[in-house]
């Protein structure tokens, strides 16, 4: 299963965006291994250009099976917040949370420094794209 981030959805939906990315995004999305998470589908909604969009979008991604941001995925962001903060590593709040969420759950697909910085410090399966 691969939770796919923001970063990624963003360029696979650009229409002039990375063949590369779109094929990658396409190929998990055929083989249904895709999975959402709550913070990731606002990140994407904001980004909206109309009502229209807004609802499309909505549609396709509440429609993935989601990982849920419950007690175990907020203690480990603010830990792994904790252990970044005090290696020198500052990493988003939004990122933390969706790298608990993928944690142990998906590989996290994404395109965003800050997972890269959070697997120096923990072990997560990432995959930059």
Known sequence: ??????????EYLRPTGSQ???ERVRGILQKEEAVSCGI???EILRGAKNEKDFQTLKD???????????EGVIERAASWGFLSDRKGKNISTT???????????????????????????????????
Not at 1 to 10: G, R
Not at 116 to 124: C, K, M, Q, T
């Open 95 to 129: 990122d933390l949370f969706i790298a608990s969420a993928a944690y142990k759950n998906a590989c996290l697909l994404h395109s965003d420094r800050d997972f890269e910085a959070i697997a120096s410090v923990v072990d997560l399966a990432e995959e930059k794209i």
């Open 40 to 42: 990731v589908i606002v």
């Open 1 to 10: 299963m691969f939770l796919i981030d923001s970063s990624v959805w963003v």
């Open 60 to 70: 396709s991604l509440v429609n993935l099976p989601q990982i849920p941001i419950d």
């Open 20 to 22: 590369k990315v779109k």
